[in-house]
Each structure stands twice: as C-alpha cells, then as structure tokens.
C-alpha cells in the first residue's frame, strides 16, 4: 500500500475509524449500562 498524503479521502478515513471507535467505547462504558439499569428498574 502506497502513502498518498494528497489524497483527502485516505485521510478522512484515517481520522474517522479512531473517532468511530471512541463512539463505540463511550456508548459501550456509558450508554449500555445505563439503559440495562433503567431495563432492570423498568422491569420490576
């Protein structure tokens, strides 16, 4: 694979797939929990 700094798209991509990560960590850490607390408090 060639390094082709000019191109913008290889870039965006590059800076996209860490913030999509990060998405997915926060809603796993935050977001999840949270909706199974309110799942169990919803349930009984």
């Known amino acids: 694979m060639e ?3 000019a191109t913008p ?3 965006i991509r ?3 797939i860490p ?3 990060n998405i ?3 809603n796993l850490i ?3 929990p949270h909706s199974v ?3 169990l408090l919803i349930v009984p």
């Open 3 to 5: 390094a082709h700094p």
């Open 9 to 11: 798209r290889a870039a």
């Open 14 to 16: 590059t800076a996209t």
């Open 19 to 21: 913030a999509v990560k």
């Open 24 to 26: 997915f960590l926060v």
């Open 30 to 32: 935050f977001i999840f």
């Open 37 to 39: 607390l309110c799942g």
